[in-house]
C-alpha cells in the first residue's frame, strides 16, 4: 500500500511558542483519530523554525487530520526493487 506524506514549515516567534506547543497537543489527538501519524521537529540550530510531517494512508486521509483542506506539499511514497 502506497503512503503518503504531507510537509509543513512553521516559524514560530519565541512569544508564541506556548501557544504553538499547545495547540500541537490538539492536533495530535485530531490526527490520531484520522489514524494519521504526526511528527514535529525544531531545527538545530533556528529557534521557532519547526516541520511538520504528517503521513496517512492516503491524500482523503491527511485532507480530513487537515480540517479538510488537501495539504499543498505532498509526498507519494515510491517502493523499487
Given at each position: ?21 499547545a ?17 514535529v521537529?525544531e ?24 480540517g ?14
Amino acid at each position: 500500500m502506497t503512503r503518503v506524506l504531507a510537509t509543513t514549515e512553521r516559524h514560530v516567534h519565541a512569544d508564541a511558542r506556548d501557544a504553538y506547543f499547545a495547540e500541537l497537543q490538539q492536533r495530535r489527538v485530531v490526527f490520531e483519530e484520522a489514524h494519521v501519524h504526526f511528527w514535529v521537529f525544531e531545527h538545530a540550530i533556528e529557534d521557532g523554525r519547526f516541520i511538520e510531517f504528517a503521513e496517512g494512508a492516503d491524500v482523503l486521509a491527511l485532507a480530513s487530520a487537515l480540517g479538510g483542506s488537501t495539504p499543498a506539499n505532498v509526498w507519494r511514497e515510491v517502493q523499487r526493487g
